[in-house]
């Protein structure tokens, strides 16, 4: 498990490339049969991703959590942006087609997840928060995801906001999470640019091709940062910091 510790808005206006990447990105999620787990101190929030291939995976915990285990103390969003794939809770399977997104609350002890074929595997990719009420176990579909259509063709940037886990969606402690697709033709998001004052995010990106990457601007409105992102890959966004960017082709991203 890798650690990420905060760095203030003063910080990153000294850091060069190298450094924003070493702080700020999160590569590699996406392992075959091993979960990824990023802890940061940004609200404690952890990012993790799997692809299980040829056995089924278990959460657990680690000595850095102090708990017996994974969902003692926190509760997880998880999004499959694979083929399709199967996530046990307790004893309980629940299938999850691309796209499709669970959460799983405080007090859950045994989560597995699997592919339902190797040849075409699932991909989780996983957000965490510390927890102090127990919500019930849900699955939602992407075609019952509240969706928003934003954006329009001549700004490029036209796309769909999907929010499952949210006020009006899947109740949570502090978790929120949902995806955005840009439609074919747009490139630009989160537009107009902001911060969030409250709240850490993470972006992850996917649904690039290998010679495609996204411009994801960060740091100060007035002096601002970027990270070149490939595929299935996250960045950190603390919530003094810009976010934005811009492709060179659509994709999605998860938030």
């Known amino acids: 498990m890798q650690v990420r510790y905060q760095q203030s808005s003063e910080a990153v206006r000294n850091m060069n490339t190298a450094q924003l990447r070493e702080h700020f990105l999160i590569q590699d999620l996406m392992q075959k049969n091993k979960v990824t787990w990023i802890y940061t101190h940004y609200d404690r929030v952890m990012v993790g991703g799997i692809k299980p291939v040829s056995q089924k995976v278990l959460l657990q915990s680690s000595e850095l959590l102090k708990a017996d285990y994974f969902l003692e103390r926190r509760e997880i969003g998880i999004i499959n942006v694979g083929n399709k794939g199967i996530v046990t809770v307790d004893g309980k399977k629940y299938i999850l087609e691309s796209l499709d997104c669970i959460y799983i609350g405080l007090g859950s002890k045994k989560v597995v997840l699997e592919s339902t074929t190797a040849k075409d595997p699932a991909a989780f990719y996983m957000i965490s928060t510390p927890a102090h009420h127990r919500y019930p176990t849900r699955l939602v579909h992407l075609a019952n995801a509240l969706a928003t259509p934003m954006g329009d063709i001549e700004n490029s940037n036209e796309r769909i906001i999907y929010k499952y886990i949210h006020d009006k969606g899947i109740k949570s402690c502090q978790l929120v999470m949902g995806l955005t697709l840009l439609k074919s033709g747009s ?47 996250a960045v950190i966004s603390p919530s003094w910091s810009m976010h934005y960017g811009c492709g060179t082709s659509s994709y999605s991203f998860i938030w």
């Open 187 to 233: 490139v630009w998001n989160s537009f107009p640019p902001h911060t969030h004052d409250r709240r850490t995010e993470v972006y992850f990106y996917f649904n690039l091709q290998d010679s495609n990457q996204v411009y994801h601007i960060m740091g100060e409105p007035q002096e601002t940062r970027h990270l070149v992102i490939a595929n299935e890959q």
